[in-house]
């Protein structure tokens, strides 16, 4: 990948490296924006008002972390991708299988098994991102941190 530029204190391989992390972070930002957005037009039964108004400000959320972080590329001489076919070929996590209107458990359990990966991940690039570039771990330390409380909105409804 051709930078535009490095920031100080960060060599042109290290920042390949960073932002190649953060591509995948964003692909999977870009995913869960979508599958959320799914779920919540096609929960139903009860607690369906609760479940559906819940996931709104997720979605915006999730979204503001893949600007968050595509800025955080882009401030690293890098070009965020995001298209499409980035999410595909950067998928390195499992999707949701549900499609179609289905009870909110049903979306809930899929989408907790979605973030269950989603945060797993991003845990993983944090570790790789604490010897590479404090700034960019910060940054997804912060989403870890709402995604995780998201998760748990969603566990409270499943207990």
């Known amino acids: 990948m051709a930078l535009t530029f490095t920031v100080p204190g960060l060599d042109e391989a290290a920042s390949e490296k960073i932002i190649s992390i953060l591509q995948n972070r964003l692909s999977q930002e870009q995913e869960a924006s ?16 609760a479940v559906h108004e819940m996931l709104d400000p997720q979605v915006d959320e999730v979204r503001d972390m893949a600007d968050e972080t595509a800025e955080r590329i882009a401030t690293l001489g890098g070009s965020p991708d995001g298209r499409p076919e980035a999410i595909i070929r950067n998928r390195t996590w499992n999707g949701i299988d549900l499609s179609g209107r289905k009870s909110t458990l049903d979306y809930l359990k899929a989408l907790c098994g979605f973030y269950d990966s989603f945060i797993a991940d991003d845990r993983e690039a944090i570790k790789e991102l604490d010897e590479l570039d ?26």
């Open 134 to 159: 404090v700034v960019s771990s910060n940054i997804l330390q912060d989403h870890v941190q709402k995604l995780e409380a998201f998760q748990w909105f969603m566990r409270s409804h499943l207990i």
């Open 34 to 49: 979508l599958v959320l957005k799914h779920a919540h037009w096609n929960v139903t039964g009860p607690n369906f008002i």
